[in-house]
């Protein structure tokens, strides 16, 4: 038998949840659909830091930043660099419109619903260029109370109220293999049963199927993700600015971040643009205790660290630690290897080392104030990064620098790594700490943040020469790329509705989230100014919810 429904939502991750919530609260009719078992439910927010971009908070005025719509404008468009006429047409607009909603209600309308902010605001994305370059130019990266699940939590929570009600049905384990188009117009979507599965959260699940379904409805959202846990699929789209896709890469993501869907949405019609913009990080290290295949963990740092490539170089100016995501994969892309150093001191780990994902800060993700003093202010690293000193196969710790290059060598055999260059840097910059000025742009831009209250207490060491035992042991790093966001998909308006080829709505269809560039086929141009890809799910759910529910009606 068919089953009918007002709205199909396929994917049970952020952006379906929240538009699912939008259309209960408008006593709509759901099915949402999810090729994963319950345990996946929330998707990849769930895994995430909860670090959500917003303008002139609260937050930031009690740490005396200086914010404004029109400067969050021209950090965002600096770095998007939007430059195609018909592909970032909507991506334009929804941009303006995401800054007019993280400039505004964004914040009270999380309020609303119980999302609360750790007090110090990140700096992510520094930049380090102009004012008109990419960058943030002050802190903006807001860290939820309670991580990713502190986000999903009220979503989760409105959702089963509407199963509550007899509006919401969850079938997971439900794959959409195809979009039904009548005359023009997506009715419904059929696919596959998986058998049943009783993995944990982010394990790859059987895809046996054992039954088959179809579905009708007045309208479906696709809010399936990207493309991350599917390597083939990043390699095929990594643009040429970017130079050759790595051999080896670390997954940010689960494997079912396979980015289906996508093939799908344009099978039924749906244009997809943007496909070579994607958003990768450098800093990824080998999780002691994976979750997925080539499960990853990005080292979130602060700006202290001394950056090598491969072979010994330091990177040029300015990509520093925590400064430009692309512009650093970019350079070492050039280099013809697959992964880079970070060397550093204890000092440098215990203040300024933070780890991604809720799994990997306990304190924050369980609401715990007491555990947060503990490992936020106390002396030390936080437990999770220590660990990760101990046993991550990508640390090197040494008492010397002979020690620490013997280690190095050990983790890249196959690589000349000049040394004598290295010895060379280090000491060098050693010399510039004995001065409150430098000619060392990177010492200049640690003393610079540390001028910001809220790098100062947690983010930022105090300037120290590496070399001096009392800041010991010395650390080495091994960095690999780690997948993580597409910032291309389906185009779609500001109703969140998906266009054709022609740039017209198609009846029936929507798209939110990741798979639809996180807005308009890609709101974030070439780059992010990070804290933006929750939020983005956030804001797409909820144009597609309520789009919906007014085009039904009563």
């Given at each position: 038998?068919?089953?009918?429904?007002?709205?199909?939502v396929?994917?049970?991750?952020?952006?379906?949840?929240?538009?699912?919530a939008?259309?209960?609260?408008?006593?709509?009719?759901?099915?949402?659909?999810?090729?994963?078992?319950?345990?996946?439910?929330?998707?990849?927010?769930?895994?995430s830091?909860?670090?959500?971009?917003?303008?002139?908070?609260?937050?930031?005025?009690r740490?005396?930043?200086?914010?404004?719509?029109?400067?969050?404008r021209?950090?965002?468009f600096?770095?998007?660099?939007?430059?195609?006429?018909?592909?970032?047409?909507?991506?334009?607009?929804?941009?303006?419109a995401?800054?007019?909603?993280?400039?505004?209600?964004?914040?009270e309308?999380?309020a609303s619903?119980?999302?609360?902010f750790?007090?110090?605001?990140g700096?992510?994305?520094?930049?380090?260029?102009?004012a008109?370059?990419?960058?943030?130019?002050?802190?903006?990266?807001?860290i939820?109370?309670?991580t990713?699940p502190?986000?999903?939590?009220?979503?989760?929570?409105?959702?089963?109220?509407?199963?509550?009600?007899?509006?919401?049905?969850?079938?997971?384990?439900h794959?959409v293999?195809?979009?039904?188009?009548?005359?023009?117009?997506?009715?419904?979507?059929?696919?596959?049963?998986?058998?049943?599965?009783?993995?944990a959260?982010?394990?790859?699940?059987?895809?046996?199927?054992?039954?088959?379904f179809?579905?009708?409805?007045?309208?479906?959202?696709?809010?399936?993700?990207?493309?991350?846990?599917?390597?083939d699929l990043?390699?095929?789209?990594?643009?040429?600015?970017?130079?050759?896709?790595?051999?080896?890469m670390?997954?940010?993501?689960?494997?079912h971040?396979?980015?289906?869907?996508?093939?799908?949405?344009h099978?039924?019609g749906?244009r997809?643009?943007?496909?070579?913009?994607?958003?990768?990080?450098?800093?990824g290290?080998?999780?002691?205790?994976?979750?997925?295949?080539?499960?990853?963990?990005?080292i979130?740092?602060?700006p202290s660290?001394?950056?090598?490539?491969?072979t010994g170089?330091?990177?040029?100016?300015?990509?520093?630690?925590?400064?430009?995501?692309?512009?650093?994969?970019?350079?070492?892309?050039?280099?013809?290897?697959?992964?880079?150093?970070?060397?550093?001191?204890?000092s440098?780990?215990?203040?300024?080392?933070?780890?991604?994902?809720?799994?990997?800060?306990?304190?924050?993700?369980?609401?715990?104030?007491?555990e947060?003093?503990?490992?936020?202010?106390?002396?030390?690293?936080t437990?999770?990064?220590?660990?990760?000193?101990?046993?991550?196969?990508?640390?090197?710790?040494?008492?010397?620098?002979?020690?620490?290059?013997?280690?190095?060598?050990?983790?890249s055999p196959?690589v000349?790594i000049?040394?004598?260059?290295?010895?060379?840097?280090?000491?060098a910059?050693?010399?510039?700490?004995?001065?409150?000025?430098?000619?060392?742009?990177?010492?200049?831009?640690?003393?610079?943040?540390?001028?910001?209250?809220?790098?100062k207490?947690?983010?930022?060491?105090?300037?120290?020469k590496?070399?001096?035992?009392?800041?010991?042991p010395?650390i080495?790093?091994?960095?690999?790329?780690?997948?993580?966001?597409?910032?291309?998909?389906?185009?779609?308006?500001l109703?969140?509705r998906?266009?054709d080829?022609?740039?017209?709505p198609?009846?029936g269809?929507?798209?939110?989230?990741?798979v639809?560039?996180?807005g308009?086929?890609?709101?974030?141009?070439?780059r992010?100014l990070?804290?933006?890809?929750?939020?983005?799910?956030?804001?797409?759910?909820?144009?597609?919810?309520?789009?919906i529910?007014?085009?039904?009606?009563?």
């Amino acid at each position: 038998m068919t089953a009918h429904t007002d709205v199909i939502v396929i994917g049970a991750g952020l952006a379906g949840l929240v538009a699912t919530a939008e259309l209960v609260e408008a006593g709509k009719r759901v099915i949402v659909l999810d090729q994963e078992p319950e345990s996946g439910l929330g998707g990849q927010a769930w895994w995430s830091f909860g670090g959500l971009f917003v303008v002139d908070s609260p937050e930031q005025r009690r740490m005396g930043i200086k914010d404004s719509h029109e400067l969050a404008r021209q950090d965002w468009f600096a770095s998007a660099e939007f430059d195609r006429d018909d592909e970032d047409a909507w991506g334009r607009q929804w941009a303006e419109a995401y800054l007019a909603f993280a400039a505004g209600e964004k914040r009270e309308w999380l309020a609303s619903k119980g999302v609360k902010f750790f007090p110090i605001v990140g700096w992510a994305e520094r930049g380090g260029y102009t004012a008109t370059g990419h960058g943030n130019s002050v802190p903006r990266f807001h860290i939820t109370w309670g991580t990713g699940p502190g986000i999903l939590e009220p979503f989760i929570e409105a959702v089963q109220r509407g199963v509550d009600r007899g509006l919401v049905e969850i079938r997971f384990r439900h794959r959409v293999d195809a979009l039904t188009v009548t005359d023009g117009t997506v009715t419904g979507a059929s696919g596959s049963i998986l058998e049943p599965s009783d993995v944990a959260r982010g394990e790859a699940s059987s895809r046996e199927p054992v039954g088959e379904f179809t579905l009708e409805a007045r309208a479906v959202i696709v809010a399936s993700g990207g493309i991350g846990g599917n390597h083939d699929l990043v390699r095929e789209a990594w643009p040429e600015w970017l130079g050759a896709p790595p051999t080896t890469m670390l997954s940010g993501v689960p494997a079912h971040v396979d980015g289906r869907m996508l093939g799908i949405s344009h099978d039924a019609g749906a244009r997809l643009v943007n496909g070579d913009r994607m958003w990768h990080y450098v800093e990824g290290i080998q999780n002691h205790t994976p979750v997925w295949a080539d499960h990853g963990i990005r080292i979130l740092p602060g700006p202290s660290s001394l950056w090598f490539d491969a072979t010994g170089r330091r990177l040029p100016v300015p990509l520093f630690p925590g400064f430009d995501t692309l512009g650093t994969l970019e350079h070492l892309r050039s280099t013809g290897h697959d992964y880079s150093w970070f060397v550093l001191t204890q000092s440098v780990i215990e203040k300024e080392f933070a780890l991604s994902g809720s799994e990997q800060n306990p304190d924050l993700t369980g609401k715990s104030v007491r555990e947060l003093l503990k490992q936020r202010l106390g002396k030390g690293a936080t437990d999770a990064v220590e660990a990760f000193k101990e046993k991550g196969a990508d640390f090197v710790v040494a008492d010397s620098l002979d020690e620490l290059f013997a280690g190095m060598k050990t983790l890249s055999p196959d690589v000349e790594i000049d040394f004598l260059e290295m010895k060379y840097e280090i000491e060098a910059r050693d010399r510039e700490i004995d001065n409150t000025f430098t000619k060392d742009a990177q010492i200049t831009a640690l003393r610079g943040a540390r001028r910001y209250r809220g790098d100062k207490l947690i983010r930022v060491a105090k300037p120290h020469k590496f070399l001096d035992p009392a800041h010991h042991p010395l650390i080495a790093v091994k960095l690999h790329v780690l997948t993580r966001k597409s910032l291309g998909g389906i185009q779609t308006d500001l109703s969140s509705r998906a266009l054709d080829a022609e740039g017209t709505p198609i009846p029936g269809l929507y798209a939110a989230g990741e798979v639809a560039g996180f807005g308009g086929g890609g709101v974030h141009g070439y780059r992010s100014l990070e804290g933006t890809f929750l939020g983005s799910c956030l804001f797409t759910g909820r144009q597609a919810g309520r789009a919906i529910a007014d085009q039904l009606g009563d």
